[in-house]
């Protein structure tokens, strides 16, 4: 991750805020598809690489706190949370005291359930710069969130477990492909209401491509899931495994596992 030296002298100083949004907003990319994530990563790192007074702390969680009616969605305003709500978790890898960490992912885990779908995208992001710099700490987030987690908090949750650099840790993998079973547990009990909210379709259409991730860092224990999930009576389930298996990284790799899982998820539409 870049650093970026102007970031220090601008965050450092309340009389230069003006000048830190204008650097963020102007060079953000948006509106537009792609926001300028090399910028935000260098806004994080050097925000990491700093000791943090109280000024300072208070202008990130209150960049993170930024709202849909300060800063709509897709406007150049939105980079300014999703700035800030990487600098939290690349704070959070590098250790924070109790009462700033639970305040961090207080931040973050609001920013997860946030209407807009880029904000949202940054509170994962978060995830995995903490789960980078300590994968322990990202464990001990993913089970203190889970048992309570709305269906967006799960979506956030498994975009932020299904980052590579984590996944070459076997023992995290499994972790991951544990986490997955159990999310895809709630989708199971989730009553019609439910699943007719775009909260719950946002956590269904993010679940596959997670779930393809971690079956490809364990195969066996992966695929072992989604035979059993196939197998399941739930139409949402099975959607969610076949866009795993249609995934190309695990169909080109794993073409007669996959074929084993379609034809499970196959029978059980017909049923």
């Known amino acids: 991750m870049k650093s970026f030296p102007a ?18 907003e102007s060079n953000s990319g948006l509106p537009g598809q792609e926001a300028n994530l090399d910028l935000a990563r260098s806004f994080a790192a050097a925000a990491a690489s700093m000791r943090m007074d109280e000024g300072m ?40 005291p109790r009462q700033r960490r639970r305040a961090s992912l207080a931040a973050i885990r ?6 807009r779908w880029r904000v949202r995208e ?13 994968a322990d700490a990202l464990r001990a987030v993913v089970k203190d969130w889970l048992p309570s987690s709305s269906p967006l908090e799960k979506r956030a949750i498994a975009a932020g477990l299904a980052h590579p650099p984590l996944l070459a840790d076997p ?27 775009g909260d719950f379709r946002a956590l269904r259409q993010g679940l596959g491509p997670a ?8 195969p066996a ?8 999930s196939a197998a399941v009576r739930d139409p949402d389930i099975r959607r969610i495994v076949k866009d795993a298996i249609a995934n190309a990284r695990l169909a080109g790799p794993f073409p007669g596992q996959v074929r084993q899982v379609a034809l499970t998820a196959g029978e059980g539409a017909g049923r």
Request: overall charge positive; glycine content about 6%.
């Open 221 to 228: 224990e992966g695929f072992a899931l989604l035979r059993k």
């Open 171 to 197: 023992d995290f993998a499994l972790f991951c492909l544990d986490t997955a079973a159990a999310i895809l547990a709630g989708v199971s009990r989730a009553d019609a209401k439910a699943r007719k909210a």
């Open 122 to 134: 940054a509170a994962a992001m978060s995830l995995q710069l903490l789960g980078e710099r300590d």
């Open 211 to 218: 779930v393809s991730l971690f079956v490809a860092a364990r």
């Open 57 to 96: 702390w208070k202008l990130l969680l209150e960049m993170s706190a930024v709202t849909p009616a300060e800063a709509p969605a897709d406007s150049p305003r939105e980079f300014i949370p999703f700035c800030s709500l990487l600098a939290l978790g690349a704070l959070l890898g590098e250790g924070l």
């Open 7 to 24: 970031f220090g002298i601008l965050l450092r100083s309340r009389s230069q805020r003006p000048a830190l949004f204008s650097l963020l």
């Open 110 to 115: 609001r920013a997860a359930a946030d209407p």
